[in-house]
T-cell receptor, first 117, second 114 residues
Framework: GAGVSQTPSNKVTEKGKYVELRCDPI?????LYWYRQSLGQGPEFLIY????????DSGLPNDRFFAVRPEGSVSTLKIQRTERGDSAVYLC???????????????FGPGTRLTVL | AQSVTQLGSHVSVSEGALVLLRCNYS??????LFWYVQYPNQGLQLLLK??????LVKGINGFEAEFKKSETSFHLTKPSAHMSDAAEYFC????????????FGSGTRLQVQP
């Protein structure tokens, strides 16, 4: 596809349930990022993958949050025992990592809006 | 660690007027600075970025921003606002040390009045 895609676009779940959010990056992009955007705020970093491995997971709020990228392409963000405070838009971005610096542009998907009732 | 402050959560201008959205950053090492725009129900789109070199950066849709190290600022401007510019704008910073991820400001919602 032309851009980053995320599924589902909307997810409503009940407190305590498990959810999975999927991100399909731009083909050929080696770096993949997850961010969380709460209402009225800017996106906040969660985790960054370089290839298949999590290069930086320092933004994950607690051990209920986990993400994988087993083949270096599609990534899944997993949230266990969801809480009402997890309600937010979860954004995925990918980049090419040209030159190995932080100057490469991150391309964002439209996000998944998670609502925990 | 780095941070971004965007002064003014809401800015309203008349169509054809100058747009000025303010961004100040904090970083102990040379920063890379970005402006993204977010239209309703759409993903963030890059407007422009500063990495090194020329401090005046031109982006898409007639926007530009100037990196001023002495003022730790990276304000976004456009000479003449258009109705289609109404959106949320985010300033972000990253560096080559520490985490690669972007640190975003809280955003500025731009309204354009006819």
């Amino acid at each position: 596809g032309a851009g980053v895609s995320q599924t589902p676009s909307n997810k409503v779940t009940e407190k305590g349930k498990y959810v999975e959010l999927r991100c399909d990056p731009i083909s050929g992009h080696t770096a993949l990022y997850w961010y969380r955007q709460s209402l009225g705020q800017g996106p906040e970093f969660l985790i960054y993958f370089q290839g298949t491995g999590a290069a930086d997971d320092s933004g994950l709020p607690n051990d209920r949050f986990f993400a994988v990228r087993p083949e270096g392409s599609v990534s899944t963000l997993k949230i266990q025992r969801t809480e009402r405070g997890d309600s937010a838009v979860y954004l995925c971005a990918s980049s090419f990592l040209a030159g190995g610096t932080s100057t490469d542009t991150q391309y964002f998907g439209p996000g998944t809006r998670l609502t925990v009732l | 660690a780095q941070s971004v402050t965007q002064l003014g959560s809401h800015v309203s201008v008349s169509e054809g007027a100058l747009v000025l959205l303010r961004c100040n950053y904090s970083s102990s090492v040379p920063p890379y600075l970005f402006w993204y725009v977010q239209y309703p129900n759409q993903g963030l789109q890059l407007l422009l970025k500063y990495t090194t070199g020329a401090t005046l950066v031109k982006g898409i849709n007639g926007f530009e921003a100037e990196f001023k190290k002495s003022e730790t600022s990276f304000h976004l401007t456009k000479p003449s606002a258009h109705m289609s510019d109404a959106a949320e704008y985010f300033c972000a910073v990253t560096t080559d040390t520490g985490r690669r991820a972007l640190t975003f400001g809280s955003g500025t919602r731009l309204q354009v009045q006819p």
